[in-house]
């Protein structure tokens, strides 16, 4: 148990700041590289089966990422998140299939429609707070997935919807070896956009929100938008995440979404930990990928709850919290280093 | 009219016991146990094992569920100590063990439902226009046992006191020589022996499946929430009141999922008239 020296604070402090100031193009390289060669390598080198799996990934991303924002910037939990992910995929099926929209409108449309479902959720969010909306949250999506999935207008009664056309911007949606390019684009905006939003002043503001309302209504922020705007957006990239997986699957029908699963998205977030949605992300994938990778058979149904557990008992700080651990240790291993040299 | 009332009574007396657990848990450390449901539903297939499967006595097989499902519970709660003094994390946590115990479910009993014999029917009770029974009889009967017993145990027996302080005030209590975490481990064990007995009572009522418990749930939580998660006698009567009113809608129409609908908008409207009915140690 060593003390860690002052110094290594700044010295974290300073590598950040660099990282920060230095100008757009040069700090939009190494992503855009990143997303480049991840889309060409998906898009070319991925099997049937694996690519299957990436395009579930993406659309779990773009839910989680929303979730990430909600949680852990503006302090609102939310169970219910699969409720708002199937609608924006029976809103999106129904988009394409009865006004015969082309799929990429009927899925920014699927979005706005989980937008629309997801106001009735946040509203009761103004005043209820913490513990309680995570109740409430939990015993809305009940209601969603009990009674709005069995009613024919949406969910096109027993059978589901089935949706035959297949054209994405050109890709075909229900081949996963295509598709999984438009999906894995679609989520990288997502993740740029919710990134953009934490470092922006709305984040700042979130997160004065969740830290203490009454100070931050004392700065003139109005709290009971940023708190409607936390749940507005999440409900947004929910509902696309939903359209991703219906568009991939062809069909939307109720057991797709079963409200239960809500969990495996919150244990992302939790296992995410607080600050960016990096951690939030990594463990999105792992939930996703790993149970499949692993073909572990009907454990897959375990995953999520587990998850949640552990996160809850054992690692309230998340991989984020690692993350930055382990950064300071390093920058406290280089002070004592130029220290000796000294 | 008659049919309405004795069904609903009788699942409103199964809402009572279960709603029960949440608010005995909630009223000692303002935690809410969401594996309750799930923690019964474990008594309740274990209940079915001994009894229907291994022939055991009624009264062996009933005592073996709910000690089961009072074990689970209390694991659950030791599990989680750490987190106690957190809500949130607790009612994460506890979704997380009621995951796994469904999990467990279906692996062990699998999602086909399984049908369990009716106890005591050749006992028949009537009057006015109700007919009861001998497995409804017994739901009404425990609930009245438990809630009077409940009742007399806080109200006159040391333990009961302790419990009672113990939920006005744990640091006060602690002064005092009350061991806190004693107390909320016997809580949580009694919690989940009620969990129990209501999947034992249920199980003639409905066809088994790791899902069961999970449509009271919804119901329960109502109930506890109208009774302000304080009272066992008002949350008696929130539970009988919505198992009739639950009776009527669905003898009204055939829409699947209406009960849920009004369930949830009762929910979000006490939440938003009484925001103060929860949250009372997290404000």
Redesign the interface.
């Known amino acids: 148990m060593s003390i860690t020296p002052p110094v290594t604070e700044d010295l974290r402090v300073e590598q950040l700041a660099a990282e920060a100031s230095a100008p757009w193009w040069r700090r939009a390289i190494k992503p855009l590289l990143l997303s480049a060669v991840l889309l060409v390598w998906a898009g070319n080198v991925l099997g049937e089966d694996h690519a299957a799996i990436g395009v579930d990934a993406a659309a779990v991303i773009c839910t989680v990422c929303g979730l990430h924002l909600l949680i852990q910037w503006s302090g609102q939990v939310s169970l219910g998140h699969m409720a708002i992910v199937g609608i924006g995929g029976f809103a999106t099926a129904n988009f394409a299939v009865e006004q015969e929209l082309p799929l990429p409108l009927a899925l920014l449309l699927g979005g706005f429609s989980a937008t629309l479902a997801t106001v009735a959720i946040g509203l009761p969010a103004l005043r209820i707070r913490g513990f309680a909306l995570a109740i409430t949250t939990l015993a809305a999506a009940t209601a969603v997935s009990a009674y709005l999935f069995r009613q024919d207008w949406l969910a096109g009664g027993s059978l589901g919807i089935l949706i035959p056309e297949t054209n994405f911007f050109g890709w075909d949606s229900q081949e996963p070896t295509d598709f999984i390019v438009p999906a894995l684009i679609v989520a990288l905006i997502v993740m740029f956009i919710t990134t953009k939003i934490g470092q922006s002043g709305v984040g700042n503001a979130l997160r004065m929100v969740a830290n203490d309302d009454e100070v931050a209504a004392s700065y003139g922020i109005n709290v009971g938008t940023h708190r409607l705007a936390a749940f507005l957006f999440s409900g947004f990239v929910a509902g696309i995440g939903g359209g991703l997986m219906v568009l991939d699957l062809g069909r939307a029908s109720p057991e797709m979404f079963p409200p239960t699963e809500s969990i495996v998205f919150v244990a992302a977030v939790l296992m995410g930990g607080a600050g960016s949605i990096r951690g939030s992300v990594i463990a999105a994938v792992a939930l996703v990928a790993v149970p499949a990778l692993l073909d572990i058979g009907h454990y897959e149904e375990l995953v999520g709850s587990l998850a949640l557990l552990l996160a809850v008992r054992f690692a309230p700080g998340g991989i984020n919290g690692q993350h930055e651990h382990t950064m300071e240790r390093i920058a406290s291993l280089k002070a004592k280093r130029q220290g000796e040299s000294k | 009219m008659g049919s309405v009332i004795s069904n609903g009574l009788t699942n409103g007396a199964i809402y009572a016991i279960v709603a029960f657990g949440f608010v005995l848990i909630y009223r000692n450390s303002g935690v ?1 146990n ?1 594996a309750h449901p799930q923690i019964g539903m474990i008594g309740g297939f274990f209940f079915f094992s001994l009894w229907v499967e291994q022939s055991w006595p009624y009264m062996l097989a009933l005592i073996c569920g709910v000690g089961l499902s009072a074990l689970i519970s209390l694991g659950t709660r030791q ?2 100590a ?2 106690e003094t957190n ?3 607790m ?3 506890t ?6 115990l ?2 467990y479910a ?2 062990t009993w699998g999602s086909t439902p399984l049908f369990v014999p009716s106890v005591g029917s050749g006992v028949v009770v009537e009057f006015w226009d109700m007919r009861f029974r001998g497995a409804a009889l017994l739901v009404i009967g425990s609930l009245v046992v438990v809630t009077v017993g409940a009742g007399l145990f806080y109200r006159y027996a040391r333990t009961g006191l302790a419990l009672r302080s113990v939920a006005d005030d744990p640091i006060a209590a602690t002064y005092m020589g009350i061991d806190v975490g004693r107390m909320s481990s016997l809580t949580w064990a009694v919690s989940g022996a009620l969990a129990g007995l209501a999947g034992v009572l249920v199980s003639p009522f409905i066809n088994m499946d790791p899902f069961f418990m ?1 449509l009271l749930f ?1 119901r329960a ?1 109502t109930a506890a929430l109208l009774a302000g998660m304080r009272s066992l006698p008002l949350t008696a009567l929130a539970g009988v009141s919505i198992g009739i009113l639950e009776a009527q809608l669905v003898r009204e129409t055939s829409e ?3 009960t ?2 009004v ?2 908008i009762v ?2 409207a006490v ?2 008239i009484r ?1 103060q009915s ?2 009372r140690r ?1 404000a």
Do not use: H, K
Request: charged content about 5%.
């Open positions: 809410m969401f599990l989680l750490p987190q809500p949130l994390n009612l994460l946590g979704l997380g063990v009621g995951g796994i469904t999990w279906l692996d999970s919804l939580l699947p999922g209406l849920e609908l369930l949830v929910i979000i939440l938003l925001p929860l949250g997290t």
